[in-house]
């Protein structure tokens, strides 16, 4: 059996933006580590070899030619890239690796994630069924968040692919788009369960004695409840609690607004700018913080300090308004953090057993939630032992295992959809190209 996975984001610094991200490479990781042969499909960086073995993955570097034009990251001239990917990317992943591989008497599955990918999906249905293979292959598109399901064409991705989702938060969102989707839920790596250093984590905790250490890890965007998480570190200094809370968002603007909040509750603010964030890095960003209400990490968080940051901490603000899955949340369970998520897509939480359930945007919740499990002796610690028990239920190989390889049974819808329009976008030129010519001339990255 091969495994294609179809992604815009991928293991390079320039394709990495989210929990995508984290997701792909988690999966390739366990599915290389099972035996299989294993390819990622991503728009890497533009400078990076068009195709390279690695850890026994095939990472194929897609849209370099574009991205050499768009600096900015993975999402940087999204549209053309999204036509390109779709045009170019199926006949060649047919006639290089799929087509042989079929001919010999293989199977494949081949599972896209995201609305930019939903076109490629469908090209490549179309061509497995022009040439008689398509019952060789399962087609799979994931849907790991509702961004962009305005561009997706439903009715035709239904037909061509067996459509997934990560919970059941999300399972409910589709079915009022006429979609009944699987759940996959995602998973954590193996190095997601280390134990962080126990010589930096006493240094930490060191280093914040006397604070109520409180951290979040997510986007800067309302979804996210920072708002919520900046009000109760107000609440718990107006009550005298000496909190802290240690920040890591992105690049957004919403950020700006944020701090902006935090004078208006009286907070203390510190941009902590760093060129990396490794241990060393995190313990010195964390110097000097008397006086220091909100520590705001301005540089990527490596997994190593992040998991002593989830460790460390206690508690993490892992909830959200809207929240497909919740990973930062799972990722603090599973170093035995304390985390306090929202209700939507967490579907591993049990409220008050393995982690605080949030469900309002009144910082007293967190406060009345925190305060009785410390009033119950012994409850904290449980708490953290039955988080790290769950999480374990999560670990990539188990959710393949358990969840993901037994649902693969080489099923494929009756009807060839492509070609077909692609929505609307700014790129008009590169929509009418695609239009013209649905398999475009194969054109690797790599090559050139």
Same mark, same amino acid.
């Given at each position: 059996?091969?495994?294609?996975?179809?992604?815009?984001?991928?293991?390079?610094?320039?394709?990495?933006?989210?929990?995508?991200?984290?997701?792909?490479?988690?999966?390739?990781?366990?599915?290389?580590?099972?035996?299989?042969?294993?390819?990622?499909?991503?728009?890497?960086?533009?400078?990076?070899?068009?195709?390279?073995?690695?850890?026994?993955?095939?990472?194929?570097?897609?849209?370099?030619? @574009?991205?050499?034009?768009?600096?900015?990251?993975?999402? =940087?001239?999204?549209?053309?890239?999204?036509?390109?990917?779709?045009?170019?990317?199926?006949?060649?992943?047919?006639?290089?690796?799929?087509?042989?591989?079929?001919?010999?008497?293989?199977?494949?599955?081949?599972?896209?994630?995201?609305?930019?990918?939903?076109?490629?999906?469908?090209?490549?249905?179309?061509?497995?069924?022009? !040439?008689?293979?398509?019952?060789?292959?399962?087609?799979?598109?994931?849907?790991?968040?509702?961004?962009?399901?305005?561009?997706?064409?439903?009715?035709?991705?239904?037909?061509?692919? %067996?459509?997934?989702?990560?919970?059941?938060?999300?399972?409910?969102?589709?079915?009022?788009?006429?979609?009944?989707?699987?759940? @996959?839920?995602?998973?954590?790596?193996?190095?997601?369960?280390?134990?962080?250093?126990?010589?930096?984590?006493?240094?930490?905790?060191?280093?914040?004695?006397?604070?109520?250490?409180?951290?979040?890890?997510? %986007?800067?965007?309302?979804?996210?409840?920072?708002?919520?998480?900046?009000?109760?570190?107000?609440?718990?200094?107006?009550?005298?609690?000496?909190?802290?809370?240690?920040?890591?968002?992105?690049?957004?603007?919403?950020?700006?607004?944020? %701090?902006?909040?935090? %004078?208006?509750?009286?907070?203390?603010?510190?941009?902590?700018?760093?060129?990396?964030?490794?241990?060393?890095?995190?313990?010195?960003?964390?110097?000097?913080?008397?006086?220091?209400?909100?520590?705001?990490?301005?540089?990527?968080?490596?997994?190593?300090?992040?998991?002593?940051?989830?460790?460390?901490?206690?508690?993490?603000?892992?909830?959200?308004?809207?929240?497909?899955?919740?990973?930062?949340?799972?990722?603090?369970?599973?170093?035995?953090?304390?985390?306090?998520?929202?209700?939507?897509?967490?579907?591993?939480?049990?409220?008050?057993?393995?982690?605080?359930?949030?469900?309002? =945007?009144?910082?007293?919740?967190?406060?009345?939630?925190?305060?009785?499990? !410390?009033?119950?002796?012994?409850?904290?610690?449980?708490?953290?032992?039955?988080?790290?028990?769950?999480?374990?239920?999560?670990?990539?190989?188990?959710?393949?295992?358990? @969840?993901?390889?037994?649902?693969? =049974?080489?099923?494929?819808?009756?009807?060839?959809?492509?070609?077909?329009?692609?929505?609307?976008?700014?790129?008009?030129?590169?929509?009418?190209? !695609?239009?013209?010519?649905?398999?475009?001339?194969?054109?690797?990255?790599?090559?050139?």
């Amino acid at each position: 059996m091969q495994f294609h996975l179809l992604s815009f984001e991928g293991p390079d610094a320039y394709a990495t933006v989210g929990g995508l991200a984290s997701r792909v490479n988690g999966l390739t990781g366990a599915l290389a580590g099972l035996g299989f042969e294993t390819h990622l499909w991503y728009v890497g960086e533009p400078e990076g070899p068009g195709h390279e073995l690695r850890d026994g993955i095939h990472y194929h570097r897609w849209c370099q030619w @574009i991205s050499r034009y768009h600096p900015g990251g993975v999402y =940087d001239g999204e549209w053309g890239k999204q036509s390109d990917y779709a045009g170019s990317l199926p006949p060649y992943l047919l006639q290089e690796i799929l087509g042989p591989h079929l001919s010999a008497g293989g199977r494949a599955v081949v599972m896209a994630e995201e609305w930019q990918t939903a076109h490629a999906i469908l090209h490549l249905d179309f061509l497995l069924r022009r !040439l008689g293979r398509r019952r060789r292959v399962e087609l799979l598109w994931n849907a790991n968040n509702t961004y962009g399901f305005e561009r997706v064409p439903w009715g035709r991705l239904r037909q061509a692919s %067996r459509v997934t989702t990560v919970s059941r938060y999300m399972k409910q969102r589709m079915q009022a788009l006429g979609v009944d989707a699987l759940v @996959i839920p995602n998973g954590l790596p193996p190095d997601a369960f280390e134990d962080p250093d126990p010589v930096a984590l006493r240094a930490l905790r060191a280093r914040l004695r006397d604070r109520t250490v409180l951290a979040k890890v997510a %986007r800067w965007h309302p979804d996210k409840r920072w708002s919520t998480a900046l009000g109760t570190v107000a609440e718990l200094k107006r009550l005298g609690w000496r909190p802290l809370l240690v920040a890591r968002g992105g690049g957004e603007p919403y950020g700006a607004e944020m %701090r902006a909040l935090a %004078r208006q509750l009286g907070l203390r603010w510190s941009d902590r700018a760093l060129d990396a964030c490794g241990i060393p890095q995190l313990l010195a960003a964390l110097g000097g913080v008397e006086d220091v209400d909100v520590v705001n990490l301005c540089a990527h968080v490596a997994p190593a300090p992040r998991r002593l940051l989830l460790r460390g901490a206690d508690a993490v603000l892992a909830n959200s308004a809207h929240e497909p899955f919740g990973l930062v949340g799972l990722e603090a369970m599973a170093v035995g953090g304390l985390a306090c998520t929202g209700c939507s897509g967490e579907d591993y939480v049990l409220p008050g057993q393995n982690a605080l359930m949030l469900e309002t =945007d009144d910082p007293a919740e967190f406060l009345h939630l925190y305060r009785a499990l !410390l009033a119950k002796p012994g409850a904290e610690p449980a708490l953290r032992r039955a988080a790290r028990w769950t999480a374990k239920r999560f670990a990539w190989r188990e959710v393949l295992g358990r @969840i993901f390889l037994p649902r693969l =049974d080489g099923s494929a819808p009756a009807t060839p959809l492509w070609p077909l329009k692609i929505a609307p976008g700014p790129d008009h030129a590169a929509r009418r190209a !695609l239009r013209a010519h649905p398999a475009l001339p194969l054109r690797h990255a790599g090559a050139g």
